[in-house]
């Protein structure tokens, strides 16, 4: 199976919160990322956590990490439609290769 | 600034040919770039770190021969399918690696 789990659909309406969640296993991650695919682009990077930190907030995202049980929240305050997209959280090892999870698909409905 | 940028966006071709897709960093060097490839609505899949001025490291199941990989600069590093099947169409995504990675905006590959 692989290391990094995510659900794979989240509906949410505009205006509310999203709440992305992802697990993982390598315990040794220093770094964990969340990226956005918009369709048929490439990822971009929206924020990341440091593997010592509990949690970190950027304008409308908050990231939340609980090393004990390896889980990863990503949370988008007042959801927009273009905040429509593929959203995948990622563990790093020490030589910079990314681990992705599958991907949560969002979609914001009016 | 850390913009990749891919080419070609998109290719179409005939079975049996061979398609080069360029990665380049365009503000910044990087030693090190990845190739990744994403089947539709399936996560990035890893298939070799490229290193530049040394040969690349594929990873397991991922055919050395079929996909040519050169790093010939700190700015770019071009992948090349080779006698291209349909079963290689896909999307394929670079990086480059600078403390974090940046990804190119990916190439479409779809072979007939």
């Known amino acids: 199976g692989e290391d990094v789990e995510q659900s794979l659909f989240l509906s949410v309406r505009e205006g509310d919160s999203s709440v992305i969640n992802c697990t993982y296993t390598?315990?040794?991650?220093?770094?964990l990322y969340w990226y956005k695919q918009e369709p048929g682009a490439g990822l971009q990077l929206l924020t990341y956590i440091f593997s010592n930190m509990d949690m970190k907030q950027d304008q409308r995202l908050t990231v939340l990490l609980n090393k004990k049980d390896k889980h990863l929240s990503l949370r988008i305050a007042d959801t927009q439609t273009g905040d429509s997209a593929i959203y995948f959280c990622?563990?790093?090892?020490?030589?910079?290769?990314?681990?992705f999870g599958a991907g949560t698909q969002v979609v914001v409905t009016p | 600034g850390a913009v990749v940028s891919q080419h070609p966006s998109r290719v179409i071709c005939k079975s049996g040919t061979s398609v080069k897709i360029e990665c380049r960093s365009l503000d910044f060097q990087a030693t090190t770039m990845f190739w990744y490839r994403q089947f539709p609505k399936q996560s990035l899949m890893l298939m070799a770190t490229s290193n530049e001025g040394s040969k690349a490291t594929y990873e397991q199941g991922v055919e050395k021969d079929k996909f040519l990989i050169n790093h010939a600069s700190l700015t770019l590093s071009t992948l090349t399918v080779t006698s291209a099947h349909p079963e290689d169409s896909s999307f394929y995504i670079c990086s480059a690696f600078t403390g974090d990675q940046y990804f190119g905006p990916g190439t479409r590959l779809l072979v007939l």
């Open positions: 390598d315990s040794s991650s220093t770094y």
């Open positions: 990622a563990e790093t090892d020490s030589w910079g290769k990314l681990q």
